[in-house]
């Protein structure tokens, strides 16, 4: 039946397809004008064949089945997490918001705990009072190794329920590198001496895992996906390396890690992502000795990235927890958190919190993302895409091992310079608009000023302050070792600088002078007016005038500081000169475009300039400066 059905469409090779596209190129670069060239450094062709998967070794693997790239498991569901703050010590009220949140969808519980203390088994029963334990996952977030008794208080109140223990999943995130990598500091000597005690003291329990693996400081700080997924793979490296030496297997070790990790916005980069992290450690636990299956796989807690969330516009952050919560679970992650959209400015209300919950339970209910298992699976495109990330991800790796291992290569400061020099480049692209963040360097809501709330401390805030998280220290040293990593949104600048207008006190304007060519006139005056209003000036628009003289006396009625010159560039030539003239030193003239008559207007005056090649970041910062406006 199929030679029937398709003998009339032969298959087309490979050459064939090329042979089109080098002719409709007409001369044009191949790999400049196809190939997009990713930031996590391999290349992405502009199509895939099933030619390409003849080189990917893991296809025919299923799922559950090693190296566990389509999943650890033979279902695709997950839990809806969410997480609680109960620093304050009242743990009735935590309780009471738990049970609340296990009505409204939430399926697994976070808890932020004051780390300065020890909870006690009495806390135990007050925090997690009529929650079904062997129902519910249950994570305590913020633990410290100074006050590992939680765990051994934990584990009492779980024996005093007389439910099976090995029914039971807790997470403990407990994390001595997370010192180093946040703080700079690191004792040695005795953290994974405690560490290996903790993993001791749950050896008996299937379900409790007490070591996190944290990938996310790494995305907070504008890595790449390749380097978020190398780089937490060292960690988990080092933790199997310095664990074994305390004397517990390798199989003990990984058998009680979680790893915690964030989900950016490329939507099939982190797709492949996930699916490329539960194949390499799976290799690497393989690697360090152990047979066991259940030790090769790889737990997953994902939540959506801080770095791409925004103050302005921040309903977008909406339709981002959306699109990063979808890629994270058609990968297969095994708990998600979704970043209510307040959560850059403010203490998440109940409608943002309801809003990101229901992210999940969408997808879950009614779009049955649960009911398929890697759905991506054979996809040209994202197998190839997992290959790439594997291999360039496995390369880095190999790197900082051979290097002594992610402790030799942090203290070196190795790690952090491989980030910055990515995070440098996301920011030069974003103050350049070669990469986009909606609402913020690229159409902006026009009319939204920031709230009396919104400061200049919040715009560059710290999420564990905001959230009443007291952070204690694992180490018994402060002496700083290394340079720690700074965690920040890609946002910041160009929210700073639009609150610098905000807050100036003045409310500056761009008039659109626009004339001559309609297409170009207009094509020019809305790329003025998302550029302006990127900084918070108000756009005054306009269609087309008749003449210049029309549009210069609009422009100079309407009291602008900045009046924009919109048109083609063949009109430039003499119309600017006229602008100029009429306009005077009335307002700042700015000429929409980067024309081949430039030098000669140049000659004349004519200085400002915007183009699709401008720094919009420092050009906007010259024209604040020009109009009075300090920076915060």
Known sequence: MEEKLFQEFPPVPTQEWEDVIIKDLKGADYEKKLVWKTQEGFNVRPYYRADNLNDIKYLDSKPGEFPFVRGTKNNNNWFIHHGI???DGDYKKANATAKMLLTKGIESLGFYIDNTKVQTKADFEALLADIKLDKTPVTFIGCCLKTMET????????????????????????????????????????????LAECVKMAKDYKRVRVICVDGYTFNSAGASSVQELAFTLSEGSEYLSCLTDEGLTAEEVAKKMVFLFGVGSTYFMEIAKFRAARMLWANIV???????????????????SEWNQTVYDAYVNMLRGTTEAMSAIIAGVDYLEVLPYDYPFEVPTDFSNRIARNVQTILKEESHFDKVVDP?????????????????AWNLFKTVEDG???????????????????????????????????????????????????????????????????????????????????PYRGAEAFEALRLATDRSGVEPKAFMLTFGNLAMCRARAQFSSNFF??????????????????????????????????????????????????????AILVVAGDPECRPALEEKGIKNYIHVKCNVLETLKEYQKMLGINEL
Do not use: W
């Open 404 to 486: 002594g291992g992610f402790v030799a290569k942090f203290k070196e400061g190795f790690v952090q310079a491989e980030i910055k020099a990515v995070s440098d480049k996301r920011d030069k692209n974003i103050a350049t608009r070669r990469e986009t963040l909606l609402g913020t360097n690229q159409f902006p809501n026009f009319n939204e000023r920031a709230e009396a709330n919104i400061t200049k401390e919040i715009v560059s805030r710290d999420i564990p302050t905001m959230m009443g998280m007291k952070m204690e220290d694992d180490c018994c040293s402060h002496e700083k070792i290394a340079e720690p990593l700074k």
């Open 376 to 392: 991506a699976a054979g996809s040209y495109y994202i197998e190839n895409l997992t290959n790439s990330i594997a291999n360039t």
């Open 533 to 586: 209003a990127v900084a918070g000036i108000k756009v005054m628009d306009n269609n087309r005038f008749a003449t210049i003289e029309e549009g210069a006396k609009a422009a100079l009625e309407s009291k602008a500081q900045i009046v924009v010159a919109c048109s083609s560039d063949d009109e430039y030539a003499e119309a600017v000169p006229q602008i100029a003239e009429l306009i005077g030193d009335k």
């Open 85 to 87: 703050c109960c620093c």
């Open 286 to 304: 393989e690697a360090y000795g152990s047979d066991s299956e259940c030790a090769k796989k790889m737990q997953i807690a994902a939540t959506t």
């Open 151 to 194: 765990l051994k208080n934990f584990l009492a109140y779980v024996d005093s329920l007389g439910i099976d223990k090995n029914e039971v999943r807790a997470n403990f995130d407990f994390n001595p590198l997370r010192n180093l990598t946040n703080k700079g500091f690191l004792c040695e000597d005795k953290a994974f001496k405690l």
